[in-house]
Structure formats: C-alpha cells, structure tokens
C-alpha cells in the first residue's frame, strides 16, 4: 500500500468515526424537536404579526411627518392597525395564560 | 496530489449522500444522533471539495500537464494571475468551482442555523446537498477535471486570448455567487414546503442572502458588460446574447421577488407568489447553466465541451414539477386572509413593477429559447436578435423606470389622490422642466431618440422623486430634534436603512437607464483606413495615426500597437494605443482596444488592420456616458451595504421575541 493510499484510508476511516460517533453515543436528548403543538406556532407567528403591526403604526407616523399621508387617512389607518395590534395582543396574552396554566397544572 | 483531488471528490459524493439521507430521516424520524451524526457532514464535503480544488489550482500554477484540463486551459508562459482563473476557464473547472462555491455557501447556512429551527432547517441542509450531489456527480463521473494525459505533453494549449483580461478574474466569480446564492432561499423555502412551516420565517432567515445574490448577480451582469465593452472590439456592451440573457433572467425575477416579499412581511400575503418567485428565480439559474453548458443555442459564452445539457435538463425538469407539486400540495396553507387596503398604495405599485419585471423576464425566455422551438416546430433555426428585445422590452423598462419613483412616494397600505397630487407634484414639475429644456437640445423623430428623450425625463422624475424623499425624511427627523441637516440625514437613513438603501440602489439604477439610453441613441463611430501622419475627425476630435510597433512580449504573444494622437480644440488630448495581440497557435488574433473614459463620454478606438507599409485601419467609436452605467453599478454597491447593514434595532427585536417565546414555549434542551 502506497503512502497516498495510506492517507486515503486513513481520511476515510477518520470521517466514518467523526460522522459515526453521534450514532452510537449516549444522548441526552432524544427527541430532535418536541411534538407539533399549535399554540407554540400561533404564539410565535403572533409575536412577528404583532411586530410588523407596530412597526407599521411608526411608518404611519413616519408617512404623515413626511406628507405622505393626510391627517385623516393618518387617524383612520392608525385606528385600523391599533384595532389590529390590540386583536393580537389580547390572543398571546390569551395563549400566555392558558399555556401557565397549563404549565401549573402540570406541576401539581 | 491529483489522486488526492479525485479521491477526495469521490469522498465528498458518498459523504452529501449521507448527509442528505441523515438530515431527511433525522426529521422524519425526529432522531437527534441522526441529526447530529447529519451535522457533520457539510465541514466534511466543504473540506473534500476545497482540497480537490487546492489540488487542482495546484496543478495549473505548477504546470502539470498530465491533467488534461490544464494542458487545454493554461500553458507554461500564461501569467500566474491567469493561471488561478484558468481554473474556470473550462466547463470542469468551472463546475467544480460552482462545487466549492455552493459547499461554502452551505456551510455558512450550516453554522448560521443548526441549533435553530431545527423543523426547517434538516429539509433545508437536504435540499442544499440534492443540489451538491448533482454538481458532484458530474464532476466525478461526467467532467472530471482530473483526467489524465497518458503521455503528458511539454506545454499546454493555453488559456484562451480573450479570457486572458482581468475581468476573467472578477466576472465569473461574482456571477456565480450570485447564481449560487440564490440556491439558499431556494432550500429554505422548499424546507418551509415540506415541513409545513409556512409563514414568513424562511423569507426572514434567508433574506439577507437574498440580498448578497441579487447583489452579486447584479454586479456579475454588470462586470460581464464591461468586460464584453473592452475585450470583444465591437463598441458596446450588452448584444441579448443567449448567456447574458440567462444572467439577466434570474436578476429580474430575484428583483421581483425582493419586492414582494416585503408585502408578505408587512401583511402576511402572497405567499403563493413569493414561493413561486423564489422558485423561479433557481430554475433560471439552473436554465442559464443548461444554455451555457448544451451547446443548443448558439453563444460567444457556451463551452467548447458543451456537452452536458441534458443532464441539466432533466434537473430542471424534475426540480420544476417536484416544486410545482409541493406548491400545489400545500395550497391551503398558503392561502392568505389578509387583503391589500387600497388599489392606490405602495402594496400596488410593487404588484405592478413585479408584473413588469416578469413581462421582461417572460419576454427574454421567449427569445432565448426561440431558435430551439423555432427548431423542433419547423426544422429551422431562428435566431432572434437585438432588435427584438429592444421593441418588447424598452417600453416595459420605461414603465419601469417609472415605477421605481411611484413605489417609494406612495404610501404603505393607502394613498389617496390628493395625497399623490400634492406628493408627485414636485417631481413631475421637475420632469415638465427637464421634458421642456431637453426638447431643443436633444435631436428628436426615430424611435430610438424618442425613447431616449422619454428614458431622461423618466430619469429626472425618479431622480426628483428619490431626492425629495430623502429630503422630507431629513426635515421630519430636524422637526422632530434638534439635529443638523447632515445629522439628519445620516440618522434617518441609518435608521431605515432597508429604506433609504433601497432608495440608493433606486439612484443606481437611475444612472444605468441614462447611461443606456444615451450610449444607444447618440454614439456614433467612423472606420479609416490611415497612412502614418494622416488625420480625421469625428465630434470635435482631430485624430492623427503617428506610427505602428510590433513588440515581442513573451514567446507566444506579440502585440501589434497603433498609435494616434487626439487633439480637441487644437491642444493635445490624449495619445490612444490601440492594439492586435498575436498568440502562438491560436488563427485569430485579439483586439485590445483603448477607451477614454469621461463623464461625457467614451472615446474607443480599435485597432481593426493593418498592412506590411504600416497602414492601419482604425475604427473609432463615440459613446456618451457609457461611464454613468459603471458608476450605477458603483451607487448600487453602496445601497445594497446600507441596506444588508445589520440593524441593531431589528436584533434587539428578534431577541426580545426569541425570548418570550422560550419563556412559554422553551426549546427541549432547556425543559
């Protein structure tokens, strides 16, 4: 065996260890992700929602200082996305109760 | 080393298989060791396809003409400088580089995300690898750039004259990562297909390497023209050929897409077209590598050993239907609740510069593939030519042009006409003035000078309307505190600077449009035949041809230098040196031209002949402010930094978020 295919051997045998050993190790986890659950994927759309909804109230303030919009359409369009921004905060605060009481129950 | 570089390609195949096998069933099977045994895999073939390379670039810079590739791309006397391009000069080399570029790319993504959404992110690392696998396969089994010679030869063949230019070390690479670039938010999103995760999170994680794409790919189409300006001697810069077009494609729709995706952030919609749009805009870079690499269509770009196309199509194929397929199969999840506000908003107008954008890029396909179609229907080839583009899509670059001031006046979600009477009325009073004093200085009738005469006064509209925007940003912020105009200005666009950025890029593109249309309507170019010391003229340039040199400059290049004298308004101008380069071996000789390049324009001058008694034929070429182009790519660069500058407040935001949600809903490892 030549001293090129010694290190071609050698690599090998260093990748099958290096990709093998996760197999055969003792983990702490099991489990790669924990089971779907629904109220975790509402509350974190939610949350984004939430941030675009306010970000988009301060480029309304931002689109009136700089006569994009009038006053008007400022109030109404304002009205619209507070109505919006409220809507989404009363449902993760909803979902923030029911998961700590879920979470208390639990405990018990 | 060669058999270093071929194993360790073989090495890196076996290895993205695994990879690819282990990430999908660490999903499906939500296995942990299978992930973290998956997760070393992309260092692992990231190393193997560096090594190849390594190999490789080593055999051109020590002239190991055993490997066939580099007895065909290089030679003993080509520059060192060349000699590392020359490792894309062919189609293997290429394809490997295309490897390395794509393996880096996937390990970046892999430490960037693989502690995080670990629902997505196994399909995505898949995805990654189907792609590296392809590209492997064809570096091992069908382009394999370690062929050997049995009987090695003393020199090589030689890169090829034309690629020997510096732009062969810039262009490629930046267009390929652009092209490649693209594969990223492509993964993701069919990750996001596959695992159901369907909101805006992949648009989110992967935007930022949208960005570094498009940017890429842009600055590639844009490097590519300049290159194709002074190397190929003909006076321009862009000809709709097959493969710049198979650039330009991919570009326009990832601008598409960069648009819409921001309504789908604001309101949660468009899912369905965002996908597509990403979608598309991989397809066509795979559909530009199938032009480039089928010798189908006819290309100054294609590949002499262009022999792969259909295994390019097929990947096409099967990645267009299997997409199509995911799409279709997760309709419902798609479906939007939310709607636009108004028919007058900004949501709006970016729907119709997205139309606009898919018309050119529709257009473009369409006269791309024609000669194949024209081919299979009839039997004949048809090629389409310049003059079809032009008629199709210089009105819709028009609307264009015009859309890119329109957008950024226009509000979010409502406007409404008094708004836009009272917020265009600037703008358009700037174009009424520009549309009135151009009039008479600028010759009007063919088609051509209308258009242009309509591209400047678009110009100075969008130029107003961008200019004005960053003007009432600034005053707002100086009513609101007590700042300077120019603390102003730096605070409003370092706080919006997605915004104000994309306004920059705005202006770059400003400037191309005006340098395109004013190259295009009002170059002119004259060809003589000269005696030494015989002069002509041409727009107010009195240009001698003083003397003709024939120098050796290596063993294998002889160049061949005419040299002329311009004067303007009597008084010396500038000593032109145009010239032939010769190179052993090779039947046609290459054109260097000399270009003086100023804001007004470019004087180009081509060596095209000569004869043993020293005559010359020279053919000079005017061209207006071809330089505003280059200088719109420069503005473009610098918006695209402003804009994918990372924003502390959005950080702040994303850790807030992250925080609250791992409160509530803590990830395994912290339960």
């Not at chain 1, 700089?66 to 993760?92: F, V």
């Not at chain 2, 992110?121 to 492997?136: G, K, N, T």
């Not at chain 2, 257009?363 to 009839?378: H, K, L, M, N």
């Amino acid at each position: 065996m030549g001293f090129v295919h010694f290190l071609e051997l050698l690599f090998v045998v260093v990748i099958l260890l290096v990709i093998g050993i996760p197999l055969f190790g003792k983990m702490k986890l099991k489990k790669l992700v924990e089971a779907v659950d629904p109220d975790s994927d509402e509350y974190k759309h939610l949350l984004v929602r939430k941030e675009e909804t306010l970000i988009s109230i301060k480029e309304l303030e931002f689109d009136l200082n700089t006569e994009k919009i009038s006053e008007s359409d400022y109030q109404e369009l304002r009205k619209k996305l507070e109505a919006e921004a409220n809507e989404l905060i009363e449902r993760l605060d909803q979902l923030e109760q029911a998961r700590k009481k879920n979470k208390s129950a639990k405990s018990r | 080393m060669n058999d270093i570089g071929e194993f360790t390609l073989l090495v890196a195949l076996a290895t993205a298989i695994y990879g690819c096998v282990a990430y999908v069933m660490s999903a499906r099977g939500n296995r942990i060791d299978l992930y973290l045994s998956a997760d070393k895999t992309p260092l692992i073939v990231w190393g193997c396809v560096m090594i190849s390379s390594i190999c490789l670039w080593r055999g051109f810079l020590t002239n190991d003409f055993s490997l066939q590739y580099v007895w065909a791309y290089s030679n003993i006397e080509l520059d060192t400088f060349y000699k590392v391009a020359s490792f894309w000069g062919g189609q293997k080399g290429s394809l490997l580089f295309w490897t390395l570029l794509l393996t880096t790319y996937t390990v970046v993504v892999h430490f960037q995300n693989r502690k995080k959404n670990l629902r997505v992110v196994p399909y995505a690392m898949a995805v990654l690898f189907i792609i590296i696998i392809f590209f492997l396969f064809l570096v091992n089994f069908s382009t394999n750039p370690f062929e050997r010679i049995p009987l090695p030869p003393e020199d090589g063949r030689g890169l090829n004259p034309l690629l020997q230019n510096y732009w062969m070390v810039i262009h490629p690479p930046t267009l390929y990562l652009g092209y490649v670039g693209f594969t990223v938010p492509f993964a993701f999103a069919v990750a996001a297909l596959i695992s159901k995760n369907l909101d805006d999170g992949w648009i989110r994680l992967t935007r930022k390497w949208t960005l570094i794409s498009w940017f890429f790919l842009c600055m590639g189409n844009l490097f590519g023209a300049s290159w194709a300006y002074v190397e190929l001697g003909w006076g321009g810069y862009w000809a709709w050929d097959p493969v710049e077009n198979a650039a330009f494609m991919p570009l326009l729709i990832a601008t598409a897409f960069l648009h819409s995706v921001m309504i789908q952030e604001k309101k949660d919609m468009m899912k369905v077209w965002n996908m597509s749009l990403i979608l598309l805009t991989f397809v066509m870079t795979i559909f530009g590598t199938f032009i480039t690499r089928s010798g189908l269509i006819q290309s100054v770009h294609t590949f002499d050993e262009a022999t792969l196309g259909y295994y390019f199509l097929a990947f096409l194929f099967v990645i267009l239907f299997s997409c199509m397929a995911l799409i279709i199969a997760r309709l419902p999840l798609l479906k939007s609740e939310n709607q636009l506000d108004s028919f007058l908003s900004r949501e709006s107008s970016f729907l119709f510069n997205n139309l606009l954008l898919l018309g050119i890029a529709f257009a473009t396909f369409w006269g791309t593939i024609f000669p194949i179609i024209s081919e299979a229907v009839r039997g004949i080839k048809i090629t389409v030519g310049p003059p079809f583009y032009n008629q199709v899509n210089v009105p819709i670059g028009l609307a264009l042009l015009a859309l890119v001031g329109i957008g950024p006046v226009i509000a979010w979600r409502r406007a409404t006409v008094s708004n836009l009477k009272k917020n265009f009325f600037k703008p358009l009073a700037a174009a009424f003035i520009a549309a009135v004093a151009l009039a008479p200085v600028i010759p009007l009738g063919s088609r051509v000078e209308n258009y242009t005469y309509i591209t400047f006064v678009l110009c100075v509209f969008v130029l107003a309307c961008i200019l004005i925007e960053f003007f009432k940003g600034t005053a707002a912020r100086m009513g609101l505190h007590e700042e300077s105009m120019f603390g102003a200005l730096a605070t409003v666009t370092w706080r919006n600077k997605r915004r104000y950025g994309g306004y920059i890029v705005h202006i770059g593109i400003v400037l191309i449009f005006a340098g395109i249309a004013g190259s295009q309507a009002y170059g002119t170019h004259v060809e003589k035949h000269l005696k030494t010391g015989e002069t002509f003229k041409i727009r107010g340039y009195d240009i001698t041809y003083e003397k003709l040199v024939a120098i050796e400059a290596t063993s294998v290049k002889t160049r061949v230098i005419a040299q002329l004298q311009v004067e303007r308004n009597g008084s010396h101008y500038w000593t032109a040196r145009p010239e032939k380069e010769f190179y052993k071996g090779q039947n046609q000789p290459v054109s260097e031209v000399d270009v003086l390049s100023t804001w007004k324009e470019d004087l180009y001058m081509i060596l095209a002949d000569f004869r043993d008694d020293e005559s010359a034929t020279i053919k000079v070429y005017v061209n207006p402010m071809v330089s505003w182009m280059w200088t719109g790519g420069w503005v473009i660069a610098f918006g695209t930094m402003i804009s994918m500058w990372p924003d502390r407040l959005e950080q702040r935001r994303r850790l807030e978020r992250f925080r609250r949600e791992e409160t509530l809903f803590p990830s395994p490892a912290q339960e």
